[in-house]
């Protein structure tokens, strides 16, 4: 076997084993594991248990006002889900929260199975996407997402592939209007986590020590 192939091999490995050590923090937990259980069965590709924890676990340490997520699924409920858990102490904590789907028919989907309880804490719409070119990149991106002071990111979307494409600009393109201080998670996206750290000159980026996930602060004034 190739260097590289082991290389690549080993760090299957690693990833398994630290993300199987992470999820044992979900029996702390038992409102995320009961919803991570009820979609179990979901058509829509769940999100993993480490990083369903890392997202969970950021929302509640860093508290956002104004979140946006771009690409739904069972991400979103965990989203919803920490926004509640935080309200259970401070009532007054009432943070917009924008989720952006970009097919019809799978945000039809995303409303449908989305628990009840939860449903008041997101606001589920539809954008197209589209391709362009950037500093002589090809990109994919949202189109007419909300212009917003987003303060926490979480990226799952667009389908870049179906432009023939690696990277979705969305993020570089939000930042003249996020936040002062913005905590911004990729799911997976390595190409887009790059592009992004490239060009937002603000950006402090890092691997989740778990997940594996590129997770960067963005700030600036």
């Known amino acids: 076997m190739s260097i590289k192939k082991l290389r690549s091999k080993a760090i299957v490995l690693l990833r398994s084993a630290l993300r199987s050590i992470y999820a044992r923090r979900l029996n702390r937990l038992p409102q995320l594991r009961q919803l991570l259980d009820s979609f179990a069965s979901s058509e829509s590709a769940a999100v993993d248990t480490a990083d369903a924890l890392a997202i969970y676990e950021a929302v509640i340490r860093t508290k956002p006002q104004c979140l946006l ?14 926004i509640a858990e935080l309200q259970k102490t401070d009532p007054a904590y009432t943070p917009r929260f924008v989720a952006i789907e970009e097919n019809e028919e799978w945000l039809s989907y995303h409303e ?61 393109d939000l930042s003249p209007t996020l936040a002062s201080d913005c905590y911004v998670i990729f799911d997976g996206r390595q190409a887009s986590a790059r592009f992004a750290i490239k060009h937002l000159a603000r950006a402090v980026a890092r691997h989740h020590p778990f997940s594996l996930n590129f997770e960067m602060r963005l700030t600036h004034g």
């Open 69 to 82: 997520e771009l690409g739904p699924g069972t991400s979103s409920a965990v989203i919803a889900l920490a």
């Open 112 to 172: 449908s199975k989305f628990p009840a309880t939860l449903r008041d804490k997101v606001e589920m719409i539809h954008r197209p996407t589209t391709a362009k070119e950037l500093n002589g990149v090809k990109v994919a991106h949202y189109v007419d997402i909300p212009a917003l002071p987003y303060d926490f990111i979480h990226i799952d979307g667009p389908d870049h592939l179906k432009y023939g494409s690696a990277i979705g600009s969305d993020l570089v």
